[in-house]
Nanobody, 121 residues
Framework: QVQLVESGGGLVQAGGTLRLSCAASGSIRSINVMGWYRQAPGKQRELVATITKGRSTNYADSVKGRFTISRVNAKNTVYLQMNNLKPEDTAVYYC???????????????WGTGTQVTVSS
């Protein structure tokens, strides 16, 4: 009922930049929080950043000052601008959203397939 499609990953050298995008589509009435998470090999999925419909943001300490999350509500799209990338940022990045379906049901458990970010040293 909800599809999340991420794009923008790739291979970059340390200190480089990437911009990730995620578009949500489907039977969506409204989206409250959109966020980015990442999972490195052998590690658990972790929060990177979230943004509310009112554009309040929250960041993991490890990315503060380097990453910026933004969204376009009219397009149900969230972005992650990643600057000064480090090898430890290497992971699969996933998009997540929560909100209401057109039928009024709350949703929160939809994930995209992820986009790979690899930072070489």
């Amino acid at each position: 009922q909800v599809q999340l499609v991420e794009s923008g990953g790739g291979l970059v050298q340390a200190g480089g930049t990437l911009r990730l995008s995620c578009a949500a589509s489907g039977s969506i009435r409204s989206i409250n929080v959109m966020g980015w998470y990442r999972q490195a090999p052998g590690k658990q999925r972790e929060l990177v950043a979230t943004i509310t419909k009112g554009r309040s943001t929250n960041y993991a300490d490890s990315v503060k000052g380097r990453f910026t999350i933004s969204r376009v509500n009219a397009k149900n799209t969230v972005y992650l601008q990643m600057n000064n990338l480090k090898p430890e940022d290497t992971a699969v990045y996933y998009c997540n959203a929560d909100g209401l379906l057109t039928g009024g049901e709350y949703f929160s458990d939809y994930w995209g397939t992820g986009t790979q970010v690899t930072v070489s040293s």
